[in-house]
């Protein structure tokens, strides 16, 4: 027995950490990284005009209109996560509707509004909700489907900037922009 | 017999101290990722110039994901070692990760790469050696994209950066409002809504040579874009009926499948599942914003979230997982869902809104938006919720972040 651990000690403990530290000094060659491999991705730092098609899809007529001045006519305001119109709001609604039936060259855009609250996206999709209940209620009062276009910012244009409800009130909203 | 009986247990001696040695040579990472494991760069050998750039963008790399940090040769897990030189034009990197108990390789591979490319070395062996410690791919090399808006600058635009805050390069010169940009499946084009032209349209935009075409521009609303895994179809909210609707229009024919009906709500960001047969959305039909699982044609919708608050911004993982943000008392909070067992779970911490999620490519590690006060900076988590690191912040607000795949 002490022979044999003699011979183990002697010959094969040495082997083996001369084989483990020879391993220990070879790496292998990495990913054959070479220039087309790497994805350093050439994004163009310059980007400026695109070859857009220029139809304008089903806009149609809005987007060769001017916009006329609409300060006269105040916003739509609306309770938050909400787009119903309340009665206190349709005065505003029917005066548009008025001068929309009287004044038949104009067209309107309906920008929608939401406070900051909630998802940029969703709250994209509230806007045009908003939006699209005035539209509804113009097109009640006897205003032509295709001269009312919906446009919502969603939270991305706030009247008033503030983490408040008397910032966030103000900023849910439907305005008026006339176009001719 | 006495030689023949001594070399017979020579021989299983030899066969066991290998067998034991290779099971030293590496501390493999559960795929939970529980387990925390930290580098001693202490050992490396940099030249000056560009080896020091690489060891210092693979220093920030390797300690990029949330498992992993830097620790001192004391106690550190693994010590990384080798040098990088720039040599006959070349930059030359050799690294090798060993385990400081025992001092087994764990890793050991040299590269060599074209002057310049420091950088995207660093982040190439970083992943490379994510890969060998934990089975998992890296997460240094996928572009994140996002908006971003500047002091001085007007409106927002399109960026893009590597996770470590590196390349950061503005795609857009618009001057205009963009919201939710997401990747192509083959990592080639974005696509997002802009207002450029006056009103929401989705746009695909292929970064590589540059080119912009109109995906959608539809009367009223378009937004929510996002290519189908197969690369054959976008999912997008459109409100031209009067109000928004899920749709799915294929891009070689631009057929147009209406797969909600759900009557006047608002709807946003779908995402598309792994196998590309059904889409999770937002929708407030039912009052509050919740998330829906509907088949790809239209069929089956489904409410996958309970309770109150909102359910927002979700992203189908290929892992299979949903990560979304949550309104829950008064903050946004990003919440990791799993659609077949219900278990639903935070992953940010509670104080500041975090939202937005986009899963990283390794299905593991997430990127959202953290803001404080209208300040919205990037930031790392992950799907156990251990780990948060900031990635960009300052020099602007940066926000709604998508991981190439």
Same mark, same amino acid.
């Given at each position: 027995?002490?022979?044999?651990?003699?011979? =183990? &000690? !002697? /010959?094969?403990?040495?082997?083996?950490?001369?084989?483990?530290?020879?391993?220990?000094?070879?790496?292998?060659?990495?990913?054959?990284?070479?220039?087309?491999?790497?994805?350093?991705?050439?994004?163009?730092?310059?980007?400026?005009? =695109?070859?857009?098609? /220029?139809?304008?899809?089903?806009?149609?007529?809005?987007?060769?209109?001017?916009?006329?001045?609409?300060?006269?006519?105040?916003?739509?305001?609306?309770? &938050?996560?909400?787009?119903?119109?309340?009665?206190?709001?349709?005065?505003?609604?029917?005066?548009?509707?008025?001068?929309?039936?009287?004044?038949?060259?104009?067209?309107?855009?309906?920008?929608?509004? /939401?406070?900051?609250?909630?998802?940029?996206?969703?709250?994209?999709?509230?806007?045009?909700?908003?939006?699209?209940?005035?539209?509804?209620?113009?097109?009640?009062?006897?205003?032509?489907?295709?001269?009312?276009?919906?446009?919502?910012?969603?939270?991305?244009?706030?009247?008033?900037?503030? &983490?408040?409800?008397?910032?966030?009130?103000?900023?849910?909203?439907?305005? &008026?922009?006339?176009? !001719? | 017999?006495?030689?023949?009986?001594?070399?017979?247990?020579?021989?299983?001696?030899?066969?066991?101290?290998?067998?034991?040695?290779?099971?030293?040579?590496?501390?493999?990472?559960?795929?939970?990722?529980?387990?925390?494991? $930290?580098?001693?760069?202490?050992?490396?050998?940099?030249?000056?110039?560009?080896? #020091?750039?690489?060891?210092?963008?693979?220093?920030?790399?390797?300690?990029?994901?949330?498992?992993? %940090?830097?620790? +001192?040769?004391?106690? #550190?897990?693994? @010590?990384?070692?080798?040098?990088?030189?720039?040599?006959?034009?070349?930059?030359?990197?050799?690294?090798?990760?060993?385990?400081?108990?025992?001092?087994?390789?764990?890793?050991?591979?040299?590269?060599?790469? #074209?002057?310049?490319?420091?950088?995207?070395?660093?982040?190439?062996?970083?992943?490379?050696?994510?890969?060998?410690?934990?089975?998992?791919?890296?997460?240094?090399?996928? @572009?994140?994209?996002?908006?971003?808006?500047?002091? *001085?600058?007007?409106?927002?635009?399109?960026?893009?950066?590597?996770?470590?805050?590196?390349?950061?390069?503005?795609?857009?010169?618009?001057?205009?409002?963009?919201? #939710?940009?997401?990747?192509?499946?083959?990592?080639?084009?974005?696509?997002?809504?802009?207002?450029?032209?006056?009103?929401?349209?989705?746009?695909?935009?292929?970064?590589? +040579?540059? @080119?912009?075409?109109?995906? $959608?521009?539809? $009367?009223?609303?378009?937004?929510?874009?996002?290519?189908?895994?197969?690369?054959?179809?976008?999912?997008?909210?459109?409100?031209?009926?009067?109000?928004?609707?899920?749709?799915?229009?294929?891009?070689?024919?631009?057929?147009?499948?209406?797969?909600?009906?759900?009557?006047?709500?608002?709807?946003?960001?779908?995402?598309?599942?792994?196998?590309?047969?059904?889409?999770?959305?937002?929708?407030?039909?039912?009052?509050?914003?919740?998330?829906?699982?509907?088949?790809?044609?239209?069929?089956?919708?489904? @409410?996958?979230?309970?309770?109150?608050?909102?359910?927002?911004?979700?992203?189908?993982?290929?892992?299979?997982?949903?990560?979304?943000?949550?309104?829950?008392?008064?903050?946004?909070?990003?919440?990791?869902?799993?659609?077949?067992?219900?278990?639903?779970?935070?992953?940010?911490?509670?104080?500041?809104?975090?939202?937005?999620?986009?899963?990283?490519?390794?299905?593991?590690?997430?990127?959202? %938006?953290?803001?404080?006060? *209208?300040?919205?900076?990037?930031?790392?988590?992950?799907?156990?919720?251990? *780990?948060?690191?900031?990635?960009?912040?300052?020099?602007?607000?940066?926000?709604?972040?998508?991981?190439?795949?």
């Amino acid at each position: 027995m002490k022979s044999i651990l003699r011979i =183990f &000690f !002697r /010959t094969l403990v040495p082997l083996l950490l001369l084989t483990l530290s020879a391993c220990r000094n070879d790496p292998e060659p990495g990913n054959p990284l070479s220039d087309e491999t790497l994805s350093g991705m050439p994004l163009d730092g310059e980007i400026m005009g =695109f070859d857009e098609p /220029t139809e304008l899809g089903e806009r149609g007529m809005i987007g060769d209109m001017q916009p006329v001045d609409s300060s006269a006519y105040a916003p739509v305001y609306f309770a &938050f996560d909400s787009y119903t119109l309340a009665p206190s709001e349709m005065s505003k609604v029917r005066e548009m509707a008025d001068h929309l039936n009287s004044q038949t060259g104009h067209a309107v855009i309906l920008e929608g509004h /939401t406070d900051e609250r909630g998802s940029r996206e969703y709250n994209l999709a509230l806007g045009e909700r908003r939006a699209l209940a005035v539209r509804e209620s113009l097109i009640t009062l006897g205003v032509e489907p295709d001269r009312i276009q919906t446009l919502s910012y969603g939270e991305e244009q706030p009247a008033v900037e503030g &983490f408040d409800e008397s910032a966030w009130s103000l900023n849910r909203r439907v305005e &008026f922009q006339l176009m !001719r | 017999m006495k030689m023949f009986r001594s070399s017979v247990c020579v021989c299983l001696c030899v066969g066991l101290l290998s067998i034991a040695a290779r099971a030293q040579e590496r501390i493999v990472i559960e795929k939970s990722g529980s387990s925390a494991a $930290s580098f001693d760069f202490s050992g490396f050998s940099a030249g000056a110039g560009e080896g #020091a750039a690489f060891f210092a963008s693979l220093r920030e790399n390797l300690t990029l994901p949330t498992f992993f %940090s830097e620790g +001192p040769p004391s106690s #550190a897990d693994y @010590r990384v070692v080798g040098d990088a030189r720039v040599d006959g034009g070349r930059l030359h990197a050799t690294v090798q990760v060993l385990n400081r108990q025992g001092g087994g390789r764990a890793f050991g591979k040299r590269y060599r790469v #074209a002057t310049g490319r420091a950088d995207d070395l660093a982040r190439a062996v970083a992943d490379d050696v994510v890969t060998e410690l934990t089975g998992r791919p890296g997460i240094s090399s996928k @572009r994140i994209a996002f908006v971003g808006t500047r002091p *001085g600058t007007k409106g927002k635009e399109v960026y893009a950066m590597y996770p470590d805050g590196k390349g950061l390069i503005q795609l857009t010169r618009d001057s205009s409002l963009v919201i #939710a940009p997401t990747w192509s499946p083959d990592g080639e084009s974005l696509l997002y809504t802009s207002y450029h032209r006056g009103f929401p349209d989705v746009y695909r935009h292929q970064l590589s +040579p540059a @080119r912009r075409t109109i995906i $959608s521009n539809s $009367s009223g609303m378009n937004t929510g874009g996002e290519i189908s895994p197969d690369g054959r179809h976008v999912a997008l909210i459109l409100s031209k009926t009067g109000k928004p609707e899920l749709y799915v229009k294929d891009l070689r024919s631009g057929a147009l499948t209406r797969l909600t009906d759900t009557g006047m709500s608002a709807k946003s960001s779908p995402s598309w599942s792994p196998d590309g047969r059904r889409i999770v959305f937002t929708s407030g039909h039912q009052g509050r914003p919740h998330l829906y699982v509907i088949s790809r044609s239209g069929g089956g919708m489904q @409410r996958i979230t309970r309770g109150g608050g909102e359910h927002l911004s979700a992203d189908w993982g290929d892992n299979g997982l949903i990560v979304f943000t949550r309104r829950q008392g008064g903050v946004y909070r990003v919440a990791v869902l799993n659609p077949d067992t219900g278990d639903v779970g935070y992953v940010s911490p509670a104080d500041a809104d975090f939202e937005d999620p986009s899963w990283a490519p390794d299905g593991y590690h997430i990127v959202a %938006s953290r803001s404080r006060r *209208g300040q919205s900076s990037l930031y790392l988590l992950d799907r156990e919720g251990k *780990g948060s690191k900031m990635i960009l912040h300052g020099q602007g607000s940066w926000y709604m972040p998508n991981w190439s795949p």
